[in-house]
């Protein structure tokens, strides 16, 4: 046994020594998180794995109520414009971080300055571009961070003016990305205001332990504004990426909720815990990106479309998986809000084309990109580390196969994954977006050219690289488009333009797969697949 592997045994026995020692006492839920957080800092997260645990002990203006939908947070009410650009937030008497110091509308001014500043390197900055000028702010094109749209009226009086109307604001408002962070807190540790020795929160948790590589600790925070009917005392948030060891530990009882499962095994929770997994359409993609950096291999379109037409998406989902997913040819999920009609939802021609004609034309595109039987393409396929991505990572290399392309597996754990990915150290890797927010832009902006940062290209979340001016300059257009149906045709020419220049690979439209226990009661499926800890209660 590796030091490595004997530490995190122990800490395991830990954990669970722990976890007797305190369900005497409180309501513990035992929550299979899944990846390892590399941060609890709202604008350094970028996965679901964070945001579960993030969510619970720091809450924004707005929140989420048991199905994911927008409800007043810190802000208890809030006014909006006549022209729908300025909006005034009201903030609730006495909220307060953890530490007493009170919650107060700079510490969201602050919140967003950081988020926007080009120093803190946040990914998901442009989730809140809609603020005036706050785009400008982070490619630092606007150094004076006063001009950002975001201002105190007083300490309870918070005012946002936006560059234009943007129907899907006061939703966006309840991601992270928008969380007030503790200025007073900041300003004296910098980023290490969130090791637990300094961190603070306003949310309904609070966190009390983090050991990375096991679990992360939180408990009920009693000057929390709704503690009266938070229910849950202690949360433990377990790492663990095995899925088939998480649903081992399920079945023994040694957790409460499973935020994954391994496919092959539902038709096996359906038959012998019947009602126990959750198995939900939601809004999101499983893709795969093409690293099209200038030099790469998949920079010539003729290869990223012999890939793309020759994965048989209508398998995965049934045979490879055996949860039902349906297969993605488009970049916008189906039934994302201010958008196109399913009628007119973007669909390749080819995609009606018989499978054996595609592997043909895609035979004959690799051979005009000098490859073949005789010259085969050795691509690495990335991947972290997971039952099912691993199998269809597996599919598709045999799919490739015909076309004279060998496929190298190569999995690691994901954060490193995406930090390889964000780095451009990848020829094919596999990526997943569940939606922030219902509107298409929320998707379409992951394949915006990257922006110039003191002469470093920040590519975001745009791991492939993809870049085309037309696609760039339809989502300026539609940012400032105020009739709504005209902004959905601009975004779905967009959506069109990217699709057709094979910018990715969209593989399948995700479904949740959650298995909770009959302990828990709160439990809603909803589209988003967020379920905050305070909305739910447990029965011994």
Do not use: C
Not at 427 to 455: E, F, I, M
Not at 458 to 485: I, V
Not at 526 to 537: E, P
Request: hydrophobic fraction near 40%.
């Amino acid at each position: 046994m590796t030091f490595t592997t004997a530490f995190k045994a122990i800490a395991t026995a830990g954990a669970m020594a722990l976890m007797m020692s305190t369900a005497a006492s409180a309501v513990t839920l035992q929550l299979h998180n899944g990846g390892d957080p590399g941060t609890l800092d709202p604008h350094k997260a970028s996965g679901d794995w964070e945001n579960r645990v993030i969510g619970d002990y720091i809450e924004g203006l707005l929140t989420e109520n048991a199905k994911a939908e927008a409800i007043p947070g810190q802000a208890e009410s809030w006014d909006i414009s006549e022209d729908g650009t300025v909006y005034t937030f009201h903030l609730r008497d006495g909220i307060q971080w953890s530490d007493g110091e009170p919650v107060t509308a700079g510490d969201f001014v602050f919140a967003f300055q950081r988020l926007f500043n080009p120093a803190t390197a946040a990914d998901y900055a442009y989730l809140q571009f809609p603020i005036k000028n706050s785009e400008k702010i982070n490619s630092g094109e606007i150094t004076d961070f006063n001009e950002l749209g975001v201002k105190a009226i007083d300490d309870k009086t918070l005012e946002i003016t936006l560059e234009a109307p943007t129907p899907f604001f006061l939703d966006a408002l309840t991601h992270y990305t928008a969380y007030p962070v503790p200025q007073h807190l900041v300003e004296k540790f910098g980023d290490q205001w969130t090791n637990v020795s300094n961190i603070v929160g306003n949310g309904p948790y609070l966190i009390k332990e983090w050991l990375p590589g096991s679990y992360v600790r939180s408990e009920k925070n009693p000057d929390y504004y709704d503690a009266a009917n938070v229910k849950i005392d202690e949360v433990f948030y377990h790492v663990l990426e095995d899925q088939a060891a998480a649903l081992n530990r399920y079945r023994a009882g040694e957790f409460d909720i499973l935020t994954d499962f391994p496919a092959d095994q539902y038709q096996w929770l359906q038959d012998n815990m019947p009602g126990q997994a959750h198995v939900v359409p939601f809004l999101g993609v499983y893709y795969y990106v093409m690293n099209q950096e200038e030099g790469q291999v998949l920079s010539d379109v003729r290869i990223r479309e012999a890939l793309s037409t020759t994965v048989l998406r209508e398998v995965i989902g049934p045979d490879i998986l055996g949860t039902g997913e349906l297969p993605a040819y488009g970049w916008v999920p189906p039934g994302t809000n201010n958008y196109v009609a399913e009628a007119d939802a973007y669909m390749p021609e080819w995609a009606a084309t018989p499978y054996e004609e595609r592997v043909e034309h895609a035979k004959e595109l690799m051979t005009e990109a000098g490859y073949g039987p005789d010259k085969p393409l050795t691509l690495q396929l990335r991947y972290n580390t997971n039952d099912n991505h691993q199998r269809i990572a597996v599919a598709i290399a045999a799919m490739w196969e015909p076309l004279g392309v060998k496929v190298e597996l190569f999995n690691a754990e994901t954060a490193v994954h995406y930090d390889a990915l964000r780095a451009g150290d990848f020829q094919v890797g596999r990526a997943g977006w569940l939606l922030d927010y219902s509107d298409p832009s929320n998707t379409l902006d992951l394949l915006k050219t990257g922006t110039n940062q003191a002469g470093t290209m920040n590519w975001g979340n745009n791991y492939g690289r993809f870049s085309n001016e037309e696609f760039d300059g339809l989502l300026s257009q539609a940012s400032t488009e105020l009739d709504l149906d005209a902004r959905a045709k601009l975004l779905a020419q967009a959506e069109k333009i990217a699709m057709d220049d094979f910018a990715a690979i969209p593989i399948y439209w995700y479904v949740s797969k959650d298995v909770v226990s009959p302990k828990i009661s709160g439990f809603e499926e909803n589209a988003k697949n967020i379920f905050r800890t305070r909305w739910l209660s447990k029965s011994e």
